[in-house]
């Protein structure tokens, strides 16, 4: 039940603390730097000889997916590429057994997902499901299933299955990189107790729940919404959009923020609110220089941001801070603060945010 909540959405915003800590428990050696991932089938010979990774999901997962390519070609030196279920099996892929494939699917059971990896399991590709739900489809027909351990979500709007598909993906990430002698055991390990960090810092993010509802009350009546990010940040804008306009009605769009002079630019008006992911990490000063092209058209600019950043709030309209963290902890804080942004923009406007229309919460037809 919801648990004094008004939506299951909102609760399970606020489930992320535990879900975070529950995905890593017993999977992660923050003084070894070793992943344990008990559910993997592949040999480390096996994973030696991959020449390529992959990714295939939909939706919300094709986020995680998104962040899973930027995560495992830092740690490994396996490239990797994302592909949405429905358009995976009408490409000409040529998948074999050096292949590895990844599938993303919170319920286990999204048809497009699913016929993917059946064809690609046909082809002689390992396939490693990572899912929510025990006993689906998705984790029957995968040669491995690494479970998000997340407890059930009602929610159409996925929250903490996003972030617990990141955490997953991210162990993968490490999991590889480790068998493949391509990371060293030390920043291994750094990237350990970064990942390890979130569940308390998700909790710092929610503190913060009444004053990113203030800012969502401001917007209600924009008629859309631009979301930017580069790097890790460009999928949580993504996420972000996608969050907005399924439960507000909101037509929002993510862009990488370098691509907006390539044409979403001409869009741009003073009423048209731009959320700029611009938290600290290697393209903060690119981001910085992308939000004054915006500021340059009279937008709008809500920047998430770093709690050490004490520049960024005289380039834009309203800051919201999250917790220092590092690149790959801090994309996942963001999309916290951003769930909660979505749910209250839809929430004042009265939309029904459990159920949003045309929407179901796992798709089985193709
Ligand atoms: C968005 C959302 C959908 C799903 C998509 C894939 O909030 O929930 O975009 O992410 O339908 O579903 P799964 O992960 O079950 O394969």
Redesign the pocket.
């Known amino acids: 039940e919801k648990c004094g909540y008004d939506h299951f959405m909102l609760k399970e915003i606020h489930e992320q603390p535990k879900s975070l800590k529950d995905v890593m428990s017993g999977r992660l050696n923050e003084f070894t730097g070793d992943v344990e991932l008990k559910e993997m089938t592949l040999t480390r010979a096996e994973i030696g000889s991959l020449k390529r990774v992959i990714i295939i999901?939909?939706?919300?997962?094709y986020h995680a997916g998104m962040m899973g390519k930027y995560a495992i070609e830092s740690v490994t030196d396996i490239p990797v590429s994302v592909e949405i279920g429905s358009e995976f099996r009408y490409s000409s892929n040529r998948v074999g057994p050096e292949t590895l494939i990844i599938a993303?699917?919170?319920?286990g059971?999204?048809a497009d997902?699913v016929a993917a990896i059946k064809d690609a399991r046909k082809k002689g590709s390992n396939v490693i499901a990572i899912t929510n739900v025990v006993g689906s489809t998705i984790s029957r027909e995968a040669d491995s299933t690494i479970y998000m351990r997340t407890g059930p979500e009602i929610g159409?709007?996925?929250t903490k299955t996003f972030t617990g598909q990141i955490a997953v993906i991210y162990m993968i990430a490490l999991y590889l990189g480790r068998a493949r002698g391509n990371i060293s055991p030390e920043d291994a390990r750094s990237i350990i107790s970064e990942m390890k960090s979130l569940s308390q810092k998700s909790k710092l993010v929610l503190e913060k729940e009444e004053y990113i509802a203030n800012i969502a009350r401001m917007f209600v009546n924009a008629p859309s919404f631009f979301f930017v990010g580069r790097n890790l940040n460009f999928p949580a804008a993504l996420e972000g959009a996608?969050?907005l306009k399924?439960i507000s009605y909101i037509y929002s769009e993510g862009f990488a923020a370098g691509e907006l002079k390539h044409g979403p630019l001409a869009l741009l008006t003073t009423n048209i609110p731009v959320v700029a992911i611009a938290t600290r990490c290697p393209t903060y000063d690119k981001m910085v220089s992308n939000i004054k092209e915006i500021k340059a058209r009279d937008a709008s600019v809500i920047a998430i941001a770093s709690e050490c950043d004490n520049k960024i709030s005289q380039f834009v309209d309203l800051v919201i801070k999250i917790p220092d963290a590092g690149e790959y902890a801090s994309p996942v804080l963001s999309s916290i603060a951003l769930q909660l942004f979505a749910y209250y923009v839809a929430r004042f406007r009265g939309c029904p945010i459990d159920k949003p229309r045309n929407l179901a919460k796992?798709?089985t037809v193709e």
């Open positions: 999901a939909c939706g919300t997962s993303i699917s919170q319920s059971e999204t997902t159409v709007a996925a996608l969050k399924e796992s798709v």
